[in-house]
């Protein structure tokens, strides 16, 4: 698997119900600040019906979804970058991240605090944003001395990159993201080890009572249009009903319709944030599984055979591609085969989305 999705906030923003929602770990949910001090872990499988069609022409062998990581670490407040309330060690949970999915409270209720007194998920961005803009500030100054006194060596290439960093120290200075700014090749072992919090991929997420366009809510989409961003809605309460009362793909859809819905609000996050880490899917079914892989985009065949096993990489020889619809329409490989459809491809061959794939090793 190995990527993993940080889900933060102001504290009642709904992460953990989220969490929960998501991975039906049973983190704790109350309704004041702090409940979450530790932060939660778990895993959900990535819905994808190409996996379930693939399945069906190997009954005997077990469906294994493609998995995303998701962890619940617990609400930053204001100032957390100076240590407030636990700041320093939620900061780093999120350092070890591949996304940060940023959860927005977009409701009033009476019975759940809110740390600032007042609902306002524009500002609610501004906080959280903030705190990680200044602990990129701290980390990447201590990193900037360090850099200038490596350009006072013999490296010809130091100077160019503390001047680079300086660069972007200056921008993310004057509230600038990582992610936002145009990144020197030449910084991306530094960037890499110091693992800046803003250069990570955000997605918001708009935690609502409902979908029927909130005033709240209608200020969040206003204020993402304007930043280009991304803001899934989901109603938190919900979905965790659903996930209290159903326990088979049938009976979900079946709660769903009764919400005028056809998916959930989760299936639409899981995508989102398969699309944000851009990654991809391949398909597997030697062996006892029927299997889907996660790999980013741009991954070579012998690297997408070390997903499976190291030694695939090592030993790849080449790679037999199917596409799914012409092996579910054949039925299995035999007549594809004969039919000359199976792409027989080397080294340099990228795997694209919804590859099914043999590999040949030595």
């Not at 005997?60 to 407030?84: N, R």
């Amino acid at each position: 698997m190995g990527f993993t999705c940080g889900l933060v906030g102001l504290p009642n923003a709904g992460k953990s119900t989220l969490f929960n929602s998501l991975s039906n770990a049973g983190a704790r949910v109350e309704s004041y600040p702090f409940c979450t001090i530790e932060a939660n872990i778990g895993t959900v499988s990535v819905p994808d019906d190409r996996l379930d069609r693939l399945a069906e022409l190997f009954p005997d062998k077990k469906k294994v979804p493609t998995h995303l990581e998701f962890i619940d670490i617990a609400g930053l407040v204001e100032h957390a970058a100076q240590g407030e309330g636990m700041g320093n060690q939620f900061l780093s949970e999120i350092r070890t991240v591949d996304a940060i999915l940023h959860v927005i409270r977009c409701f009033e209720d009476e019975n759940v605090a809110h740390v600032s007194g007042t609902v306002d998920p524009v500002r609610d961005i501004s906080i959280i944003e903030t705190e990680l803009l200044l602990k990129d500030l701290d980390t990447m100054g201590r990193v900037s001395k360090r850099l200038q006194q490596e350009a006072k060596g013999k490296d010809r290439k130091a100077p160019a990159r503390s001047s680079a960093w300086d660069a972007l120290l200056d921008s993310v200075a004057q509230g600038m993201p990582l992610r936002s700014l145009p990144l020197d090749p030449i910084l991306e072992p530094i960037l890499r080890e110091t693992s800046p919090l803003t250069a990570k991929p955000c997605l918001y997420v708009a935690n609502l009572e409902d979908e029927g366009g909130s005033a709240l809510w209608q200020d969040l989409q206003a204020w993402a249009m304007s930043h280009g961003s991304l803001v899934v809605p989901i109603r938190g309460r919900l979905e965790a009903e659903i996930g209290e009362v159903s326990t088979t793909h049938e009976e979900r859809a079946g709660y769903l319709r009764q919400y005028g819905l056809e998916e959930t609000g989760l299936d639409r996050l899981i995508r989102a944030g398969y699309d944000l880490l851009s990654l991809i899917t391949f398909f597997t079914y030697e062996g006892p599984e029927v299997r889907a892989w996660t790999v980013p985009e741009g991954t070579a065949a012998p690297d997408a055979g070390g997903k499976i096993h190291t030694d695939f990489a090592d030993r790849f020889i080449l790679a037999e591609v199917m596409q799914l619809e012409d092996l579910v329409a054949a039925g299995s490989e035999k007549p594809l085969r004969e039919a000359g459809k199976i792409r027989r491809a080397g080294h340099d061959y990228v795997v694209q989305d919804g590859d099914v794939i043999r590999f040949v090793c030595s």
